[in-house]
């Protein structure tokens, strides 16, 4: 029996419209979810943690205006407020001598967790722009905190009297102050600008994206620069260094008193981008 070409073209019809319904259905489901969970989430919230005895502060922010700032708290305290849809959901917890900051919940295919695993995310996300501020005791601020920050999106923004400094932007841009003992600042996205005094090491790494600013007061020991792309552009303190160059690409403008017997050494390395260097009375 031969079946008639009108009668398959019809059922192939019908198959499709099945499936884009089902599509649809689906999309449909899935936007409700989404919104429910986004209309019944708070836009604001507040976290706290005992700040005594803190000797290291330990971040991790993306999507976020983040803020660290110094006042008149007895603990540390974590605020954050979003324009537009619901904050994300932080964590603010001691482990140890260390005040651990991050977002938390992370949906994945295999459900959900704690960190920055990658993931779905849409149970932790907002959807306006959210401003995180977390204030510190203002008798931290001269301490030596050793601070740790990863960025991967947003903005952060931090300015005290730092022990060692590291910080790892992959997205956005960071503003660091104050002062350091050591300083380590890796980005392959975004802008980092730093306003340091006095770190006895300087370590930049970047491998998209731009370091910019100053190193200020006493001349530091080493300034090791490497960038793959992008751009270092530091004035650092006067004095005669030691300096080492490899270049294979780009450029590296190093403009300081050098002397290979000095004892600070500027170690510069270059395979696309450029480093500029140069004395504060160049």
Same mark, same amino acid.
């Given at each position: ?36 969970? +986004? ?15 803190? +000797? ?123 002062? +350091? ?10 802008? +980092? ?90």
């Amino acid at each position: 029996m031969t079946i008639p070409t009108t009668n398959r073209a019809g059922r192939a019809i019908s198959i499709v419209l099945v499936v884009l319904g089902a599509i649809a259905a689906v999309f449909t489901i899935g936007g409700g979810v989404v919104s429910g969970i +986004a209309t019944h989430r708070a836009t604001d919230g507040t976290w706290s943690a005992d700040a005594e005895g803190l +000797a290291e502060l330990r971040l991790s922010t993306s999507a976020a205006d983040f803020d660290v700032v110094f006042g008149d708290v007895d603990e540390a305290t974590l605020d954050a407020t979003s324009t537009g849809g619901p904050v994300q959901e932080w964590r603010l917890e001691r482990q140890g001598d260390a005040l651990v900051v991050g977002t938390g919940w992370q949906w994945g295919p295999w459900g959900g967790g704690w960190g920055r695993g990658w993931g779905f995310g849409f149970g932790d996300r907002g959807f306006g722009e959210e401003q995180v501020t977390l204030t510190l005791p203002a008798d931290l601020e001269g301490t030596g905190l050793h601070i740790v920050a990863d960025v991967s999106a947003g903005s952060f923004a931090a300015a005290a009297d730092w022990g060692r400094a590291e910080l790892d932007l992959s997205a956005g841009s960071v503003q660091l102050g104050g002062t +350091a003992d050591a300083l380590d600042v890796q980005v392959s996205a975004g802008e +980092a600008r730093l306003a340091i005094d006095s770190p006895r090491t300087v370590q930049l790494d970047v491998s998209a994206g731009r370091v910019v600013g100053a190193v200020t007061g006493e001349q530091p020991a080493a300034i090791t620069a490497t960038v793959s792309a992008g751009a270092i552009e530091l004035e650092i303190p006067d004095g005669e260094y030691a300096v080492t160059q490899d270049v294979s690409a780009g450029s590296a403008a190093i403009d300081v008193d050098a002397d290979r017997q000095a004892a600070a050494t500027i170690d510069v390395e270059v395979s696309a981008g450029s480093v500029t260097l140069r004395g504060e009375s160049r």
